[in-house]
């Protein structure tokens, strides 16, 4: 190894909580070799070169809780792998991502750590950890450092495999309101909100709602404006043209001045405004006619173009565009006053990110300076005011302006063409006074508009746009979650999982399991290899027909992939038996701390992930199980095979519940109140054999039945049937069947 090295020794991507947090993360084992004898204050100019490249490292806290926290420690002396991990952090924020989790844990082997940071994309945090790697071993040795074409790869990364802004927004929304969400392509916007038989699509801002009807109609722009016409939306005059003698007289039936744009055409591309003469309008359609299957010569709107987002029939944002102009000097050139005063803007760039996009030339702007007498090249006198473009980027937020009547003619737009989610591109003078009184129109419907504009506004404040998509794709009192069952443990987790998925199917649900045998929907196996793992339990959860999910996780998923759920209605954790677990690759001889792979830091995250309104059903009669109570959000059913448990007994006399056996019964008891189910030697999985395991396991899967509100009648009927698959038919049969001669075969006849 080289002299002040780091090497990543091993990357494990965890998709799912974790033994660290509840989002994913990327655990790196990384080996800071001579470093261990050098934390960053016996390193001279680290803590300057650090700071000044990365400015932003001031923000964060770290141990100290207070802003400057980490510079603080990198001047008092903090070794490579806690910096690394801010760097990490730091590179990714610079990338557009949101704020992030790090951890920086010691191993059992000197200078090898345990490095945690976020993972929004794998392919993201991994080029991040490298570049990081890189940059702060430049910094310890003195060298430079391109950061800014790093940032710039890394910023390219995050918009190909990131997210886009609009999906993020909904997304975002939908945590807020405890709504999970799952990400179905690696590099695109296809995104699940909710699991099962509760989820819902979106695209962008297109979801499961939006007809494909609809979306057609509105690319139809002809079609559309028949259509919203017929109803008394007002909308321009025009028609389709095939030709462009046949568009110059469309605007002289109409008058000019005249819109030329492709039927069937989007994001403005080919449209062009405001046009007097036939060679504009011959010039646009060549254009026009390239762009989409048709052309449309209308009536040009006077005033301003504004974009209304509708939602699920309502208003829910408003922007304006403006006109974009430039002042001469006398000195420079149109493309040259463009650069100089209107790009420098920093919201205008080329990514997402930027409300304003970077004005270019293009056949539209030709078309405006020639109206002016002007070029590219050409040098305004000083003073004059030179028009660019009409309607620029829709980024001036004008939501409190918009005119109630207005509102109710775009709601009425998007209904007719059928959309639960339309952009309407309306012209006018005042958005704040009627349409009819003023000559405005409504000029285009779109369906999967953007919504960046009401994100971020040039001006004016941000709209809970994501809000309103979520809220429209789920009721109030809707969470996009299925009862979710996780079953973690040493021994006995896949009976109970599956005694839980038999209770499921009694109690006439559609039941899903993920275990070690494979994955059940309802009765039928749909995969028999191992499904206690990642993909066994998202597989799950994938599938729109489950309305109730069991998942069964080992310690090797919660430390090598994460959990597939990000919370659970149930978490069951049958007990802990830490000499007979093989995890001999998660380093388990630490020195101390919960921070390292101890058999609680993996089971106790099984509990961690209860919701506040479900349960966490745990074994009394095994300590360090009981002792995860104090760590459930919801409710603790505990279960014990002896009635007499003190930990059971003390939970009951709380007027708590639990699952345990009475007089040889299987019995609930809430408080001082019983409950009687049937005798054990009811229970085939019990058996006259009466193992106390089985009996545990049992007791744990009624108790999440109990948990999820199933009937008495379900779970003594499970009781009594679960475990029937594993008797010996023959051991049923009373009398010995008598055995039977074969006949004799009959004699041919000759």
Known sequence: MKKKDIIFRDTISLRGPNIWTYPPVIETWIDIGELEDFPSSKIPGLYERL?????????HRCSYDERGGFLRRLEEGTWAGHILEHIVLELMTLAGLPDG???TRETTTRGVYKLVVSNFHEEVTRMALDVGRELLLAAIDSQPYDLDEAVRLLRRKVDRKYLGPSTAAIVQAGEKRGIPHIRLLDDGNLVQLGYGAAMRRIWTAETDQ????????????DLTKELISSVGVPVPEGREVN??????????????PVVVKPTDGNHGRGVFIDLTTKEEVAKAYAIAVEEGSGVLVERSIQGIEHRLLVVGGKLVAANRS?????IGDGKSTVQSLIDSQVNVDPRRGTTELHPLSIIKIDTAARIELERQGLSADSVPASEREVLIQRNANHAFDCTDEVHPETAQVAALAARVVGLDIAGIDLVCQDVSKPLAEQGGAIVEVNAGPSLLMHIKPGIGKPRPVGQAIVNNLFAENESGRVPLVGVTGTH?????????AHLIYLSGQQGGLACKDGIYLGRRQVQKTNAANWEGGRRLLLNRSVQAAVIENGSSVILGEGLPYDRCSVG????????????????TQPTGGEYYTTPRSIYRTQVDVVLPSGHAVLNAEDELVADFAELCDGEVIFFACNPANPTLLAHLAAGKRGVTVADNRIVLRSGADETRLCRLVDAPYIGKAKQPKNIANVLAGIAAGWAMGLSQEVMTTGLKTFGLELIDPAALIQQPAKKLQPKKPATARK
């Open 322 to 326: 403006d006109l974009i102009t430039v």
């Open 210 to 221: 939006t007809s494909a009807i609809a979306e057609t109609i509105s690319r139809d722009k």
């Open 101 to 103: 989790f790090g951890r």
């Open 243 to 256: 030709s462009a003698d046949d568009a110059w007289d469309a605007a002289e039936d109409i008058g000019v």
């Open 572 to 587: 069951i954790v049958t007990n802990i038996v830490s000499d007979e677990e093989d995890l001999s690759r998660w380093d």
């Open 51 to 59: 700071s000044a490249w990365l400015p932003g490292l001031v923000e």
């Open 492 to 500: 006995g987790k896949n009976a109970v999982a599956k005694m839980v």
